[in-house]
């Protein structure tokens, strides 16, 4: 019946645990977080809990190598760690059990200790991680248990008790009494203050009764016992004195450690960077720590820095999307594009719905002139995440290079309705205008994105080649220099500036000197290869009156244009190469290419 009630009285408490439990499970297998049996089977789970459990074991007695993440091997652990791991539960657990009427608080305490883990030894898998400390926080209370009552049971009685085994001899039967447990906090006076006339406990009185010894009472702590640490005059000294004094003297010693150990400890939690580089000092093979570090150096503007930690990752776990997402997209940000792609690729392939893998390749495969593929993967972005907003400027920009201006104008005025003064943005719609010939919405266009941002070279260069069309040659030198004083090494606004110093109509603005400058610095960049480059070096050296120079030059740019299959501007090269021959400069009411 007593049994029945202390069940019966638990019962709302595991309704409510299995509702909590129930919960828990859906939503974290709702959001991704449990591993299935094909990520983790079930084999392997049930070893690594044998084993956590065995790190859990020595962890709470020597907290030492301690880390915010412990990775998950993703594989059986080795037989020998395993069998090790389980003969050291077992042992303690038969240990327990075999001293449990004696020393029941063993019993208690071991049990709690498991019992609470199992819920979070990951049985059921949650996340990566093969344990975290967090996870002991009740479950250690329960070898707190046992530790605290072993101690005591070890120990024995308190300072100022009497020994056991007192005698008192007579002509009767002998009895022994079982020694009485002091409650904590109990307020037994008559135990240590009997009634006058009262024998004291353990002492010797002789006469006709039975013979009766009676073992000393336990001290309870935080009582309010006086007496048995204050003994009566008379009283006998307990030999169990040194005993204590000693086991107080070392719970403070431990205590101590502890406490210096958990100094050393939260000193590792500082910062972000302090702690995930800890993490992999403990554990060098740590994923989700090289993962954590590169992220943490993201959001410091670092992203050079990242790159080795998510590349790190990457190694580890070569299969895993996100990852694989992370780490192209760090490369991609930090310029290094063709390496980015095939991480990008990589995660796509695994993870098809992906939206941020999808979204960055598209980008990327803008980058390198492959627009098609690009719009495929950002229009598949969109399709996962329609908040990708801004993939409409990569769709719009791929579109254009494909000519397909009407598609192009469409997506750049979605993304420039969410953003307005996006420069990069308002440069290519504005050459989306002027390639369907409406040169007029280009200049207005290019003029907004000069407006949004006066120190953007692209902008400033792509103003200029408008109005240097409308004949506008003055502001078109102002805007093409204001470009290059910001990008020096800026080939097309170079090229184009060169040019028109040296075939302007106006012969106000030419100037041959600063014309043959620009154009030898174009040719540098370019490695003389450049046939386009070439023809504006000859128009220079022409206008500066180096007609041998020029010919020679054009003659190179002939030969670059021929091997490159272009047909028409060999022809007007060939033209310009027999101007420069008569001895004339070339100009712009001529026939000319428009670079």
Same mark, same amino acid.
């Given at each position: ?299 410091? *503007?670092?992203?050079?820095? @990242? ?5 790190? %990752? /990457?190694?580890?776990? &070569? +299969?895993?999307? =996100?990852? !694989? ?111 369907? *010939?409406?040169?007029?919405? @280009? ?5 907004? %994105? /000069?407006?949004?941002? &006066? +120190?953007?070279? =692209?902008? !400033? ?116 190469? @027999? ?17």
């Amino acid at each position: 019946m007593r049994l029945a009630s202390l069940v019966a009285e638990k019962l709302p408490l595991l309704i409510l645990a299995g509702v909590s439990s129930a919960i828990t499970v859906y939503a974290q297998r709702a959001g991704g977080a449990m591993m299935t049996e094909t990520m983790l089977s079930f084999e392997v789970r049930v070893a690594n809990a044998v084993v956590s459990c065995a790190k859990y074991l020595a962890i709470a007695f020597w907290p030492s190598g301690l880390a915010v993440y412990y990775p998950h091997a993703l594989k059986a652990d080795s037989i020998v760690e395993v069998a090790s791991a389980a003969a050291i539960l077992v042992a303690v657990t038969l240990a327990v059990i075999a001293a449990a009427r004696k020393h029941p608080h063993l019993l208690v305490g071991w049990f709690w200790f498991v019992g609470t883990l199992v819920p979070v030894i990951g049985l059921v898998q949650v996340g990566g991680q093969a344990l975290a400390d967090r996870y002991t926080y009740v479950p250690f209370i329960g070898l707190f248990i046992a530790v605290a009552w072993g101690v005591r049971a070890i120990v024995g009685s308190e300072p100022g008790a009497q020994a056991t085994g007192g005698q008192c001899r007579g002509h009767g039967a002998r009895q022994t009494t079982p020694p009485r447990a002091g409650a904590w906090g109990s307020d037994d006076r008559a135990a240590v203050h009997p009634e006058p006339g009262a024998q004291a406990t353990g002492g010797q009185c002789r006469g006709h009764g039975a013979r009766q010894t009676t073992p000393p009472r336990a001290g309870a702590w935080g009582s309010d016992d006086r007496a048995a640490v204050h003994p009566e005059p008379g009283a006998q000294a307990t030999g169990g004195s040194l005993s204590v004094v000693v086991a107080r003297a070392a719970a403070v010693g431990v205590l101590l450690i502890f406490a210096a150990t958990t100094w050393d400890q939260t000193g590792y939690w500082r910062d972000s960077k302090t702690l995930f580089q800890h993490a992999l000092d403990v554990v060098p093979d740590n994923t989700q720590a090289h993962i954590f570090m590169a992220q943490t150096l993201v959001r410091e *503007g670092r992203i050079a820095d @990242a790159v080795p930690h998510f590349a790190e %990752a /990457v190694r580890i776990v &070569p +299969n895993e999307p =996100y990852n !694989l997402a992370d780490y192209g997209r760090a490369l991609f940000e930090s310029g290094r594009i063709d390496e980015a792609a095939p991480q990008l690729e990589q995660a796509v392939k695994l993870m098809p719905t992906h939206s941020g893998a999808q979204y960055f390749l598209g980008v990327v495969r803008g980058k390198q002139n492959r627009p098609k593929e690009a719009i495929a993967h950002l229009q598949e972005a969109l399709r996962l995440d329609p908040k990708l907003l801004h993939a409409h400027h990569y769709i719009g920009s791929a579109a254009a290079d494909q000519r397909q201006f009407v598609q192009a104008i469409q997506h750049l005025l979605k993304w420039l309705a969410i953003d307005p003064k996006s420069s990069e943005t308002l440069v290519k719609l504005g050459q989306c205008y002027s390639a369907l *010939g409406n040169v007029d919405a @280009a200049r207005e266009t290019l003029q907004k %994105a /000069v407006d949004a941002n &006066p +120190n953007d070279a =692209y902008a !400033l260069a792509a103003l200029a080649q408008i109005v240097s069309w409308q004949g506008d040659a003055a502001t078109a030198i102002e805007l093409y220099e204001r470009a290059l004083k910001i990008a020096p090494d800026y080939l097309h606004a170079a090229n184009n500036l060169a040019m028109i110093y040296a075939t302007v109509d106006d012969a106000q603005f030419r100037n041959a000197a600063r014309a043959v400058e620009l154009a030898e610095h174009s040719c540098r960049l370019t490695g003389y290869k450049d046939a386009v480059s070439l023809d504006t070096l000859a128009a220079s050296y022409a206008e500066a009156g180096r007609f041998d120079d020029a010919t020679r030059i054009i003659s190179s740019a002939i030969e670059v244009a021929k091997a490159s299959g272009e047909d028409q501007l060999v022809r007007h090269l060939e033209q310009r190469r @027999a101007i420069y021959a008569a001895g004339r400069p070339w100009s712009a009411g001529e026939p000319r290419n428009d670079p």
